[in-house]
Nanobody, 121 residues
Framework: QVQLVESGGGLVQAGGSLRLSCAAS????????MAWYRQAPGKQRELVAV???????NYADSVKGRFTISRDNAKNTVYLQMNSLKPEDTAVYYC???????????????WGQGTQVTVSS
């Protein structure tokens, strides 16, 4: 059983920055790919960024150049640094592990409870 706990969400003005954290327990963290997803009101959950056990990363086109995913294996924590935030980044952000790749994207097997990010214009 994997437990994931997100933190760091909040309200920020457009152009500002936030850093999300996701603390993981219950699995061998360093061997697992981790991902951040987000879900805006009335929209489907979308993949934002993935970081693999070796440190390589993938990003959604909408956040490339603005968001950075990273991990600290010693702390069993994955981060999402979000810069140059836009109102359209407003969503609940979820951390996920136990990823599976099918139908052209990664799907999370274990999820955190989510953290709200609101970007005001």
């Amino acid at each position: 059983q994997v437990q994931l706990v997100e933190s760091g969400g909040g309200l920020v003005q457009a152009g500002g920055s936030l850093r999300l954290s996701c603390a993981a327990s219950g699995s061998i963290f360093s061997r697992n790919a981790m991902a951040w997803y987000r879900q805006a009101p009335g929209k489907q959950r979308e993949l934002v960024a993935v970081i693999f056990s070796g440190g390589s990363t993938n990003y959604a086109d909408s956040v490339k150049g603005r968001f950075t995913i990273s991990r600290d294996n010693a702390k069993n924590t994955v981060y999402l640094q979000m810069n140059s935030l836009k109102p359209e980044d407003t969503a609940v952000y979820y951390c996920a592990s136990q990823l599976r790749y099918y139908s052209g994207t990664y799907h999370g097997g274990s999820w955190g409870q989510g953290t709200q990010v609101t970007v005001s214009s």
